[in-house]
């Protein structure tokens, strides 16, 4: 019986080890590599070089990601939010709830080059936008969107039902507590839900190959054109072969933004508990 | 005006398929503190949530019979109306995470009440009338969580007057509190009683006996006897009822 609860013991603090080595390694190695890539230049300037990429920087890719993950981020937020409030709400029937559970879970299985493919179909061919930031930034946003309405409906769950009641008891509307209560109650874990969708859609190359991303842009103005994207960019590097330096600088660079937009969630969530 | 605010007909209510309340055929009179007592899983709750719709809030409630509130079938009367006009408190303190100030502003707001010098003046009058007032005055941006039970108890008394009801219900609001702070609310009810009707659940006989003017006894989802207080304690009519008082369902 000692033994038993020995090599257990074991088990867990060896795949516990693991399980951190792993990700310390990848950090590690990534970092190593990326970070002589990372000059001043890396960061301002555009890609150049005879073979585009070789030299010069990144930056319209850092800009066309903020400007995709940022639609991406409203669209799916709103959209997300929204269905939330109403399945814990407003939906009266049963059946209802189920079916957009079900719809929700279904969105959230669907591959992420599908979903380039479904916003390729439908707005970049069928309402004729053209491969642009918008298309990009909404294919995104959908994807993200069951994420962020998961996360918004368990936060809207885990409101104190005796406070709904009591405001309810006082004869106010429903749309008055939510506003008064509820949402100021679940605010933090809602927006670390947003975050943490940003982080997944800024690290997603696949939506974007059809809707939005090339090779080469300038610094983007307009969401009707077409814009470099991190994710995409670093594909381009490794798998043409252009400059696996760069790709680990860029890599590099992807990892800062995703850390720090993470610990800002976890900073948000973690500041309410407090 | 009539005698009776809330008139009960032949009422049932059930959960799902199980019947919690059936027959409950009564009257509540107005400016008088009615006590609804009995054993746990008698309906009583039920009965009282029943009056302001409350409910309805409840997954797989349904209901049959009517109550009337002031001679008007209740399920006739919007939602959100009846609620105000029947104020609830419940049985832990359900303050708002917000500022002393802000939970009594909460309802005023929503009825449109404007300026600071109306809201104040509101927050003031009610806070007095639960004797809150003194304790709380120079704190009022405090948040309302840090306040004792007893004084939560009240603040949320205080707050349901802010929406201005007729009819004051109340859900065993000491069942959480200590003695002192008990015999506050109970000085304060009896303060209530002549400006709202007052309706409390309670499980504890002694404190039925200090502030009801009128008695309800449920028993198992029916309503066993009514009458008031002085009657049914010393001259309770059918053997249950006697038995309860003497504590044999305790």
Known sequence: MKAKVWL?????????????????????????????????????????????????????????SAWYTGIACLFGAVLGICTAIYQVYYCRSQRTAERIALVMKCMAGVPSIVMGLFGYTLLVLTLGWGKCILAGGITQGVMILPFIEVRAEKALREVEGDLVHASYALGVSR????????????????????????????????????????????????????????PYHLYMLLTQGVSPENAYGTAFVMMMIVLVTNSLATWFTWRKKV | MSDTVIKLCDFGAAYEKKTVLEGVSTSIRRGRITAIMGPSGCGKSTLLKAMNRMLELQGGASIRGSIHLDGQDIQSIPVDELRRRVGMVFQTPTPFPLSIYKNMTYAPLYYGVHGKQKLDE??????????????????????????????????????????????????????????????????????????????????????????????IFMLGGELWEQNTTEELFSNPQRPETKDYLHGAYA
């Open chain 1, 8 to 64: 257990v013991k074991c088990w867990a603090i060896l795949a516990c080890a693991l399980t951190f080595g792993t990700i310390f390694f990848l950090f590690a190695y990534i970092f190593g590599k990326g970070a002589s890539a990372i000059t001043w230049e890396f960061l301002t300037e555009s890609p150049k070089g005879m073979i585009i990429g070789t030299e010069g920087g990144i930056l319209p890719a850092i800009v066309g």
């Open chain 1, 175 to 230: 749309a008055y507590t939510l506003r008064r209560i509820v949402l100021p109650r679940c605010l933090p874990q809602i927006v670390s839900g947003v975050i943490l969708g940003a982080c997944y859609a800024m690290g997603a190359a696949a939506p974007l190959i059809f809707t939005g991303a090339v090779i080469i842009s300038k610094v983007p103005e307009d969401v009707m054109k077409p814009a470099m994207a991190l």
């Open chain 2, 122 to 215: 509101i927050v003031r009058e009610n806070l007095e009338i639960t004797g809150l007032w003194d304790e709380v005055k120079d704190e009022l941006d405090k948040s309302a969580l840090k306040l004792s039970g007893g004084q939560q108890q009240r603040l949320c008394i205080a707050r349901a007057l802010t929406a201005e009801p007729e009819i004051l219900l109340l859900d065993e609001p000491c069942s959480a509190l200590d003695v002192k702070s008990t015999q506050v609310i109970e000085q304060l009810l009896l303060q209530l009683k002549e400006r709202y009707t007052i309706v409390i659940v309670t499980h504890n006989l002694f404190q039925a006996r200090r502030i009801a003017d009128d008695c």
